[in-house]
């Protein structure tokens, strides 16, 4: 009959000093949990022989929030609650295993399409397996794209960007800073894709430099373009 926990809840008691009751059978004496003021957890709708399991999963919880228990700070920014999405399908090697194949764009080497196959998949079995979860999720991502559209229009008050499209030929001035000097590099070439995604809209021009292709993907509202 406790407070449901939940990742939210870990990030509560990151750096409170806890003490853990576990309880057995029917639970703890009600007298206690009243004098004491002691706050009742839940780890989920299921029924186990002691608090113990329980204690290990709140515990195990808070510490990997801890810095430093982790490798990597940025997994915990592209773990499932964070974003209120499912985790993507994950492969290892070897690539061909029992006639079935790694998915060939994670062998593809490009980085964006990489991510876009993972969000895809990410909100595809979300949406399928915890509808809870894709709500809110749709809810954080269109305050997400309203706050955007309101940057972006600040962005073009200031500054103008001309229209163009696929296949036109660009020059696009970028600001390089050497200590306390700045200055103008220049890219020129034909853009061969543009992504219309308000704040995180992009653009990738292909130039041929000493007969090799060379494309660059910029942000269209960097304020370096």
């Known amino acids: 009959k406790g407070e449901k926990f939940d990742q939210n809840y870990a990030k509560k008691l990151l750096n409170k000093n806890l003490n853990i009751i576990c309880g057995h ?9 009243e004098t004491r003021n002691i706050k ?5 709708d299921y029924v186990l022989s002691g608090g ?30 964070e974003k209120n999405l499912l985790e993507y399908p994950q ?3 070897p690539q061909k295993w029992e006639k079935k194949d790694v998915p060939e764009v ?12 993972r969000l895809k998949q ?3 079995i979300t949406r399928r ?53 700045e200055r103008i590099q220049y890219f020129e070439g034909v853009c061969i894709a543009k992504k219309k995604r308000d704040l995180n809209s992009s653009f990738t021009v292909r130039k041929i430099s000493f007969g090799e292709g060379v494309e660059r993907t910029f942000a269209l509202f960097s304020p370096i373009i």
């Open 25 to 33: 059978f029917e639970g703890v004496d009600q007298r206690l949990l």
């Open 40 to 44: 009742e957890v839940s780890i989920g």
């Open 52 to 81: 113990e399991i329980g204690a290990l999963v709140v515990i195990d919880a808070i510490v990997r929030l801890i810095p430093g228990v982790l490798g990597n700070l940025n997994s915990l920014n592209d773990e499932t609650f």
């Open 91 to 93: 492969y290892t090697k």
């Open 106 to 117: 994670l062998l593809s080497g490009d980085h964006a399409k990489i991510k876009d196959w």
């Open 122 to 124: 990410s909100e595809d």
């Open 129 to 181: 397996r915890r509808p809870d979860l894709w709500e809110k999720y749709k809810k954080k991502m269109k305050n997400i794209e309203e706050i955007n559209r309101e940057s972006v229009k600040k962005i073009l008050a200031k500054k103008k960007i001309p229209e163009f499209f696929a296949g036109d030929t660009i020059k696009v001035g970028v600001r390089i800073f050497e200590g306390k000097r």
